[in-house]
């Protein structure tokens, strides 16, 4: 029986996010953010719009947000990995290519979810390091 969004959800709630908030995210799914001296960190959490996988998003952003390039400014407190342009972002996902069968996928049952959960959780802090290295002068 494939896994629900939901029930993924629970354990991304249930694993993933004490994580984060151990490394100072504030935010709940699909967005998190944490200020520091060189900006504001992001994750984003993507879902596959046809269900059974998500990919993260990360980017820095300006400490006092963004503007996007039509022209709408974006708050400190509401900026998320998506407001940046691609090129300013970088995707997690367990494999490389372009299509969502590289993303985690979590539409194999429970036992899946919960492997693919694991797998979020070894990536994150390899993840968060090369995101988030203060760049020399930062």
Known sequence: ??????????????????????QGFKGSL??????????IDLFTFQFDR??????????RCPASGV?????????????TAWDMHPDNRVRFKPSEG???DTW?????GQAVAEA?????LAMLPAA???????????
């Open 116 to 120: 693919c959960v694991q797998q979020v």
């Open 1 to 22: 029986m494939p896994t629900s969004r939901e029930q993924v959800e629970a354990l991304l709630k249930a694993l993933v996010v004490p994580w984060l908030r151990t």
């Open 104 to 108: 985690f996928r979590f539409d194999g």
């Open 98 to 100: 372009s299509g969502t």
């Open 67 to 79: 503007t996007t390039p039509w022209g709408k400014a974006i708050p400190p407190g509401k900026v």
């Open 128 to 138: 968060e390091a090369s995101c988030f290295a203060t760049a020399p002068g930062a």
């Open 50 to 59: 046809n269900g059974g996988g998500f990919v993260i998003e990360a980017a």
């Open 30 to 39: 699909p967005h998190f953010r944490r200020p520091t001296a060189a900006g």
